[in-house]
């Protein structure tokens, strides 16, 4: 057979491409399909691969080809503080997959900056701060102010996503980019953020359920208001120091207060009959966090906070709840999405209205428009239906 055609590449490109992905070279090699010799021979400079063994790799790395024949190898991001204390993760190891994602997310910033800049102009500059000093309460108001998010529509949205599909859109509208990461296991990452301005963003985990994607949304809304952007697991319990301990405290309980109002939780009538420190049924919990478009465990964190309940009963309660959460996450079946949907929920509303909007004014060719939102061509008027109306 043939020997194929040897791929010029410089040997440190294979070495940093692996590394930066994640990979012990055996388990890049077995993935590419190659003798883990022979892909320490190549990253030696001992012989080449072939282009198509260098097309394996490249997909094995999440890279593409034109990376391979760079000069030297390109200086990644800068490695994001690392909030997550969750049970048999230790913070600072990421996934192949987790770091795929944190390296799309900065390509995905990097690309809206340049659409911005090429079609729409400036790029709206995110104004909302917050301080450690101030008071969560008063930073939830600020942050449902800010964001044009009124009591009385809030109550009207229905279903698992419209308030998950509304809370992005007025993210979006503020000037904040909102993607989700499609391959990551909920125990690993259930949001991340990128604080640098203009244009920084928040990816929530697409396996997660919506309505805990909607708190880690504002969670990270949080951290990048602090301008303490990074992974975050968004649990108090577990050891770390004290500073970021300080920060998930504080970024849960503005979270919760932009959720659910203080005021308001205490004018509900289900909590006007409940006078006092109190235990609460599973329904009526239930219907709280529907009525907010939030989780259970929210309203019940907000109860004990405006103290209608008791420090054991929400002890016990946040136990039972967590434990029907991983059990539904067990469950929870891979639903199939169209590629269309998937594009524009992974990529999220904004990113592809620049996109679309960047290919009708001929800045951009329609190949363009397959390769930043990953998907065929044959998908761009679903596409264009969903986010432009047409």
């Known amino acids: 057979m043939a020997k194929g055609i040897e791929a010029l590449v410089r040997p440190?490109?294979?070495?940093?491409?692996?590394?930066?992905?994640?990979?012990?070279?055996?388990?890049?090699?077995?993935?590419?399909?190659?003798?883990?010799?022979?892909?320490?021979?190549?990253?030696r400079g001992e012989g080449r691969p072939s282009i198509p063994q260098l097309r394996k790799l490249g997909k094995v790395y999440k890279r593409s080809l034109a990376v391979f024949y760079l000069p030297h190898p390109p200086e990644d991001f800068q490695p994001m503080r690392d909030f997550r204390r969750l049970p048999g993760q230790i913070a600072g190891i990421q996934s192949p997959q987790l770091r795929f994602e944190i390296r799309r997310a900065h390509s995905?910033?990097?690309l809206a900056l340049d659409l911005y800049e090429s079609v729409e102009g400036p790029p709206p500059q995110f104004a909302l701060r917050a301080a450690l000093a101030?008071?969560?309460?008063?930073?939830?108001?600020?942050?449902?102010?800010?964001?044009?998010?009124?009591?009385?529509?809030?109550?009207?949205?229905t279903g698992l996503y419209e308030p998950f599909n509304r809370w992005r859109?007025?993210?979006e509208r503020a000037g904040l980019l909102?993607?989700?990461?499609?391959?990551?296991?909920?125990?690993?990452?259930?949001?991340?953020?990128?604080?640098?301005?203009?244009?920084?963003?928040i990816v929530v985990n697409i396996k997660d359920s919506p309505r805990g994607r909607t708190f880690t949304m504002l969670h990270e809304l949080c951290h990048i208001m602090l301008r303490e952007a990074g992974l975050c697991d968004i649990y108090e319990e577990f050891d770390r120091p004290p500073q970021e301990q300080r920060v998930e405290v504080f970024c849960n309980w503005v979270a919760g207060a932009a959720l659910v109002p203080r005021q308001r939780l205490l004018e509900e009538y289900l909590v006007r009959s409940r006078q006092g420190r109190t235990e609460w049924p599973d329904e009526e919990i239930g219907a709280l966090a529907a009525r907010y478009g939030t989780s259970r465990e929210v309203v019940l964190r907000r109860l004990l906070m405006c103290d209608r309940t008791t420090e054991a009963f929400y002890r016990r309660k946040r136990e039972q709840f967590q434990e029907e959460y991983e059990d539904q996450l067990e469950q929870r079946a891979e639903g199939f999405a169209p590629p269309h949907t998937m594009a524009v929920s992974s990529a999220g509303p904004?990113?592809?209205?620049?996109?679309?909007?960047?290919?009708?004014?001929?800045?951009?060719?329609?190949?363009?428009?397959?390769?930043f939102l990953e998907v065929r061509l044959k998908h761009l008027s679903k596409i264009e239906a969903a986010v432009l109306g047409r």
Do not use: C
Not at 12 to 37: C, F, H, M, N, T
């Open 12 to 43: 440190e490109l294979l070495v940093w491409a692996r590394r930066s992905a994640g990979y012990e070279i055996e388990v890049a090699a077995k993935k590419a399909q190659v003798k883990p010799d022979q892909l320490e021979h190549w990253e």
């Open 108 to 110: 995905r910033r990097e």
């Open 134 to 157: 101030d008071d969560p309460e008063d930073v939830g108001e600020y942050i449902r102010a800010a964001l044009g998010v009124r009591y009385d529509e809030q109550i009207t949205w």
């Open 169 to 171: 859109a007025a993210l």
């Open 178 to 201: 909102v993607f989700q990461a499609v391959d990551i296991d909920v125990l690993e990452m259930r949001g991340f953020s990128i604080s640098d301005t203009p244009l920084p963003a």
């Open 350 to 371: 904004l990113l592809v209205q620049l996109i679309l909007n960047s290919y009708h004014q001929g800045q951009i060719t329609a190949s363009d428009v397959s390769d």
